[in-house]
Each structure stands twice: as C-alpha cells, then as structure tokens.
C-alpha cells in the first residue's frame, strides 16, 4: 500500500514546486494533481512536478473524457511516460456533470463515451494503430510514433457499478474520490478484476485530539454529501441514518454538528498519526491519497506526514 498526498486544487501556481518537493522530501510515495474547472490543467501540473521531483510518482486525477481528443491524451501521456518512465499514473473519467456541461462537453451517454475513451486510449499507448468508428470516438488508423516503452497506469475516476465494470475490463483500475470509506472500497472490488489497482482520495486531518481533526472535516462532509453519493454511502452499515439525518437538517452547519464522531472517523482520516496510520492501513486500497485540509497547507502537509 502506498500513501500519497494531494496538490490543493486553489493552491497558487507559484506554491506548487515548493509543495511537491516538500512530499518528495517527507516520504509521500505519491503526489497528485487534479483537473478541477477553472484551477489549474492536470497535464501541466503534472509536467511541472515531475520536472522538479525525483523520485515521486505523480498521478493525474481527472482528465474528463469529453474535454480531450483521445489521440492527444495519448499524446500528452505519452511524452511525460518518455521524459519520465515509470513515474506518471494517469487518471480519466466521466468529470463532474455541472463543470462538462458549462463547457458544453457533456456527452448524453457518459458511459458510451468512456468505454469508447478507454479503449482506444489504452490501445494508443500500446503502441496500436486504432480504428474506431464509435457514438463519439473517431479514429482512422491513428497511432503513436514513438509509444512509450514503459507505459503508465491508466486508471478510471468513476463511482457507478457500470462504469467501474467497464474500468476494470479496459483501465489497469479505478480513483475512488472522496469520500471513499473502507465498505464502498470493498464494494468496488467485487465488481473489479482481482489485478485492479484501487487509489482512494481522502480527506485528512492529522492532530492529537481526534474532535479538533473531527471539527476541521465536519464541514467538508455536510458540503458533499448534498450531493449524489450513492455508491460512496450505500454499502455503510448507518446509511439509512445518515439519509434521516440529513432530511432533518437543511442547513450544512446544524448538520455538520449533528454528525456522530464515528461517521466522520468512517468517512475521513481524522485524530492523531497512530490512529489515521491504522486506518489507512484498513482501507483496503493500494493507494490512498490524503487531502490537506486547512488553510495553512504547508502545515497541513507536514501534519499528514506523521502517519506515513
């Protein structure tokens, strides 16, 4: 199992170099950046951190399907798999509805796309001359020049059953995104190949007392689980209670506090090194990738790396 940490998404372009090669130094087994609309590119993030790094890998969580021509994916992963061998895990996905539909490159069939995505990709940067005809792939005779002799992990950020089958019949595995507790990693795995590599995103927070990481984490979670979490909260034994509890507090801070101390340990890193080492441990991903969470993020990063 391999720790890593994430590159803030709102962390300033003139802070990256600093932040990345301070994880390298602490021990981080990998650092990851991440394609958010209206933050920083994923590929130039990446390029950027591999350049001034050494020795850590760095992934790429996502390039959503529909912002990018396949052929010049493969491309871009290509040379950053050239310039540095065995260092790059690239992720690819669907992307957050809201964000593709703002740009107008929400597909009406999100599954159709990424299945027709991912097979051409991983074909490309095998070294294959791909043809396809497909709803929204278009390739005739297209190929690398030059295809990387060590070719990185391709893996999927999806969440929905159908889309982690197609992930693991075409990608080396998946990005389980925030939150990603230990049952819906479970969950996933039933549906994955045995050889698939799972990466989870967590939300951390290292400090001596677990209630004052608890405190910091409590709002981050009132914010996604407005959302559709489904496939992230459903496997959870208090699934129903937390469906209850959010019905009855319509605001994000009354509900925050409500939240029993044990979801959010079950749902977050949280409390001191020894007891978030241990869950991590527990998870049951091959990589799990702690979020900084805080305004000081330097602070942050150096609190994370107690639980390495």
């Known amino acids: 199992m391999t720790a890593g940490v994430m590159l803030p998404r709102d962390l300033a372009a003139a802070e990256i170099v600093p932040f990345a090669r301070r994880a390298e130094e602490l021990g981080f087994g990998e650092v990851w950046v991440v394609e958010d609309l209206g933050f920083h590119g994923g590929i130039a993030q990446a390029a950027t951190v591999l350049a001034v790094t050494r020795r850590i890998r760095v992934g790429i969580g996502i390039l959503p399907a529909g912002a990018r021509n396949v052929a010049f994916t493969a491309m871009e992963l290509a040379t950053l798999a050239h310039l540095h061998p065995g260092r790059v895990v690239a992720g690819i996905g669907h992307g957050v509805p809201g964000w593709m539909r703002q740009v107008g490159a929400w597909p009406s069939s999100p599954l159709t796309l990424f299945a027709e995505y991912a097979r051409a990709l991983t074909g490309l940067m095998r070294g294959e001359r791909v043809r396809v005809e497909g709803r929204y792939v278009r390739l005739a005779d297209a190929g ?4 990387p002799e060590t070719v990185p992990p391709v893996l999927a950020g999806v969440r929905g059953p159908k889309s982690l089958a197609v992930a693991g019949a075409e990608l080396d595995g998946v990005i389980l995104a925030e939150p990603a507790p230990a049952e819906y990693i479970a969950a996933a795995r039933r549906i994955l190949p045995p050889h698939a590599r799972v990466v989870a995103f967590e939300h951390a927070v290292v400090h001596p007392d677990a209630e004052t990481a608890r ?5 981050l979670l009132a914010e996604v689980t407005k959302r559709s979490l489904v496939p992230h909260v459903e496997p959870l034994p208090f699934v129903a209670e937390l469906r209850e509890l959010r019905a009855r507090h319509a605001d994000a801070e009354s509900f925050a506090a409500a939240l029993p101390g044990e ?7 949280a409390g001191p090194a020894d007891a978030v080492r241990q869950r991590i441990a527990g998870l049951g991903a091959d990589s799990v990738v702690m979020i900084p969470v805080g305004r000081d993020r330097p ?3 150096e609190a994370l790396a107690t639980a390495l």
């Not at 405190?215 to 709002?219: C, N």
């Not at 979801?263 to 890193?269: E, G, H, M, P, S």
């Open 144 to 147: 690398l020049e030059s295809p």
């Open 215 to 219: 405190a910091q984490l409590r709002p």
């Open 263 to 269: 979801w959010v340990d079950a749902l977050t890193l």
């Open 299 to 301: 602070a942050a990063l």
